[in-house]
């Protein structure tokens, strides 16, 4: 995915009620922006931290400026969510993520239940696979980890892989690593426990487990390459 326009570089001064930050232009001027990410995006939101952002021409929207990445540890971040998806289905329509090698279709935003709906259906030929796709943006020590905070929503939608499984369909869950100081993937168990056990869960039980990383730089985003994780099965 490449930037149409130019990204707009700053200095982060704050982030705050989840959804806006503070920065600073390189004019000096200060603005309030968008942060389209409900994590705590623990490591990727200090102050004084170089970001970018991208410019919406909706006259709509109250900030028409969006936290795109920030920069930890001398690598950008990608913290824009809402384009999470769009990367990894760009990725499957460019035969990137061999897993999901020969899609016949990508489907968005499937409902599962009457309660939940999972990011994609991928068929291959007479395989189905529901997917539910996660973005991180934590890394520490060169380990990429999530969740970044206790997440309650994420544990249902590993529970709803493991129901579809044993039912007989194929499920996955696919965390997009967005950072290259990174060079594996375990889940942040020092973070959220109940999290961490339910994936380790759904490994027993059969659900696929993909960790891929990506390029993040002002000029765009790619897709480049799966990580090994730490995701392990019981006895």
């Not at 170089?50 to 410019?55: G, M, N, Q, R």
């Not at 890394?139 to 939608?157: E, I, L, N, S």
């Not at 039912?167 to 950072?179: M, T």
């Amino acid at each position: 995915m490449h930037f149409d326009t130019p990204l707009i570089h700053g200095t982060l001064i704050k982030r705050y009620k989840r959804f806006l930050a503070d920065v600073k232009l390189e004019n000096n001027e200060i603005i309030t922006v968008h942060c389209p990410n409900t994590g705590t995006m623990l490591s990727c939101s200090n102050p004084g931290s170089a970001v970018c952002l991208s410019t919406s021409d909706n006259p709509k929207r109250k900030y028409p400026h969006t936290l795109e990445m920030v920069q930890d540890n001398r690598t950008w971040v990608g913290v824009n969510t809402s384009r999470t998806n769009k990367l990894v289905i760009e990725a499957i329509e460019k035969e990137l993520i061999p897993e999901f090698s020969g899609a016949d279709s990508v489907k968005a935003e499937v409902k599962t239940s009457p309660e939940s709906r999972l990011d994609l259906l991928v068929t291959q030929g007479m395989l189905d696979t529901y997917v539910e796709i996660k973005n991180c943006s934590l890394a520490v020590d060169g380990c990429a980890m999530f969740p970044d905070a206790v997440t309650v929503r994420g544990t249902k939608h590993l529970n709803e892989l493991i129901r579809l499984k044993k039912e007989g369909f194929n499920s996955c869950i696919f965390f997009l690593v967005q950072r290259m100081d990174a060079d594996r993937f375990s889940p942040a168990a020092h973070i959220d426990k109940v999290y961490a056990k339910t994936i380790v869960r759904a490994a027993n039980e059969g659900v696929q487990v993909l960790v891929y990383q990506a390029e993040v730089t002002p000029a765009g985003i790619q897709v480049v390459r799966s990580l090994p994780h730490t995701v392990k099965h019981s006895c």
